[in-house]
């Protein structure tokens, strides 16, 4: 069920990008290029932050013990915010929590981040849950569609009129929400992951998270296969000359992974594995 509050979570982030971008006088988020985005960060770390964002700034800007959340940002490569920039124009999705939290940040959706979302949405949506038992007959199938049908039509409004139709787009899709908490005997006990240690494990996403950053995620196939790797159980680094093992830099140190995409608990883009690598870093 948090998936399906997650994409309303995701497609509400986007309607109000397309309220902001009208009311924003400097411009930045009519067309924003990353580099537009990473100043806009700054801009707000200077107006002061909320305790919440401040969190989610320093997740997402990899904030060391001793380092200040602006000297990271700074030093941010403006290639971290291409997702953002691509998830808020509607060219790409993505289920990375921190990256759709900071999207919010960036055009001052509330309630932020998505554990308080989640959160007042399932005590909102609760209070519908009982006049709803009569749509049990429903397919997952069925609700998930309508949900992203309705989400869809956020993208096509572009005139004077396009708040207040975003307006009675949006209360359809907290509707359809709304239907799906009636069928959730229906849905999958367990529809997200989380990162354990090594590697993924598909978990039940109905259930509260007991820490303040939720590490559930929805389930996507093609991360859930990775794992992290042991360098010494590791018998070739390449196959037919191509880059059998991945990795990523964290803290000077070199962690290893079996596939390509992003790091577990950074986000970072995992990169292939190569000879200097393996002999700076992992030669004894």
């Excluded at 554990?115 to 709803?132: G, V, W």
Aim: glycine residues 4%; contains cysteine.
């Amino acid at each position: 069920m948090s998936k399906i509050i997650f994409d309303v979570y995701k497609r509400t982030i986007r309607a109000q990008y397309e309220k902001k971008k009208m009311e924003d006088i400097t411009g930045i988020l009519m067309n924003p290029s990353p580099a537009q985005l990473r100043n806009l960060c700054l801009i707000l770390f200077d107006q002061s932050l909320s305790n919440n964002d401040e969190i989610t700034m320093k997740n997402f800007f990899y904030v060391k013990e001793k380092e200040g959340l602006r000297k990271a940002i700074e030093k941010c490569e403006i290639s971290r915010f291409r997702p953002i920039r691509s998830f808020l124009l509607g060219e790409q999705n993505s289920d990375d929590i921190t990256r759709i939290d900071m999207a919010a940040i960036l055009v001052d959706f509330n309630p932020r981040p998505f554990s308080n979302f989640f959160a007042n949405k399932k005590k909102e949506l609760k209070i519908e849950e009982e006049p709803l038992q009569d749509m049990k007959g429903k397919k997952e199938e069925a609700v998930l569609s309508l949900v992203s049908e309705e989400g869809n039509k956020i993208k096509g409004y572009q005139n004077k009129s396009i708040l207040n139709r975003h307006k009675k787009v949006l209360t359809k899709v907290a509707l359809l929400c709304s239907v799906g908490i009636g069928v959730v005997t229906l849905l999958p006990k367990k529809e997200c992951m989380q990162w354990n240690t090594n590697h993924y494990e598909v978990v039940d996403c109905s259930t509260e998270s007991s820490g303040f950053l939720d590490p559930r995620i929805p389930i996507n196939k093609d991360r859930l296969g990775l794992k992290k790797l042991d360098p010494k159980t590791i018998k070739t680094y390449f196959e037919n000359g191509q880059p059998s093992v991945w990795y990523a830099k964290i803290d000077d140190k070199i962690e290893l992974f079996n596939q390509p995409g992003l790091h577990p608990t950074t986000g970072k883009t995992l990169k292939p594995i190569t000879q200097y690598i393996i002999n700076k870093y992992l030669m004894e």
